[in-house]
């Protein structure tokens, strides 16, 4: 395995690359980075895949971008980095695979630029976004005034204890975790629903999902399954959210079987 350093359109991106074969691009979700990908990035290219993991802006050792970006931006990154990387990638199409954000990024990507994706693997991927019910939108308010009321906290241990518990209530752990511009940018892309772009996918799709799912549930799986056309769903019993960590070998081996 490789880590390498690329200038992209003003970001200082960090990547590791691993293997030789077919090139297969892997885009983490939010919060995390290539770090976290590193066991299934080796198995992927012990199978006969080059297979390449960015930190994608504001993730892990790459820049933050300059502005608040959506997933277009974010797709935009993705077809600029393989731009730059074309002796890794060899002019070829290449297999996509993203998780949760990685995994509406993939979506957008795939819309956006057809002729450069040969299949795409989608895991837990976070394109459907739901109008909060009268219940959930009745707990984002308490939170607000709660996280307001916090200022009145004197203990700073204490006042975050109880922010993280209501991000984690109205399953927005991923803003407390944010820096700067970032915030925004989460703010953003949770808002965006991409349902109505399933259907114009032309790459055959794989979703992979967890059955025990709390941040995209398994509705959204067979939603995603159904909107997709030429698409395939495996779901792995027990599995949450992070499969990379809770289920990486049986993950691996659902993208082998298929992309082969």
Do not use: C
Not at 22 to 48: F, R
């Amino acid at each position: 395995m490789r880590e390498s350093q690329i200038e992209v359109n003003g970001l200082q991106v960090n990547y590791k690359i691993a293997g030789e074969g077919k090139p297969l691009l892997l885009l983490h979700g939010w919060g995390s980075s290539s770090d976290s990908w590193v066991k299934i990035q080796q198995m992927l290219a012990g199978k006969g895949f080059r297979v390449i993991v960015p930190d994608l802006p504001g993730f892990g050792k790459t820049s933050a971008p300059n502005s608040i970006w959506g997933v277009e931006e974010y797709a935009n990154f993705v077809n600029e980095l393989l731009e730059l990387l074309t002796s890794e990638v060899n002019n070829s199409q290449v297999i996509v695979v993203g998780h949760s954000f990685g995994g509406q990024t993939a979506i957008q990507f795939a819309v956006q630029h057809p002729e450069k994706v040969e299949k795409l693997v989608l895991i837990a991927a976070a394109g459907v976004r739901r109008t909060p019910g009268v219940f959930k939108k009745l707990v984002m308010v308490v939170a607000k005034v709660v996280s307001f009321l916090l200022y009145l906290v004197p203990f700073g241990d204490l006042r975050n204890n109880i922010r993280s518990a209501l991000y984690m209530l109205i399953r927005r752990p991923g803003y407390l975790k944010a820096q700067g511009i970032m915030r925004n940018v989460f703010k953003k892309v949770i808002t965006q629903d991409l349902t109505a772009k399933f259907s114009k996918i032309q790459t055959p799709t794989l979703i992979i999902w967890g059955d025990k799912d709390e941040m995209t549930p398994i509705q959204d799986a067979y939603l995603t399954q159904e909107l997709i056309p030429n698409s395939k769903l495996e779901i792995i019993p027990g599995a949450k959210h992070a499969l990379n960590f809770q289920a990486p070998e049986v993950l691996t081996q659902k993208i082998i079987e298929y992309i082969q």
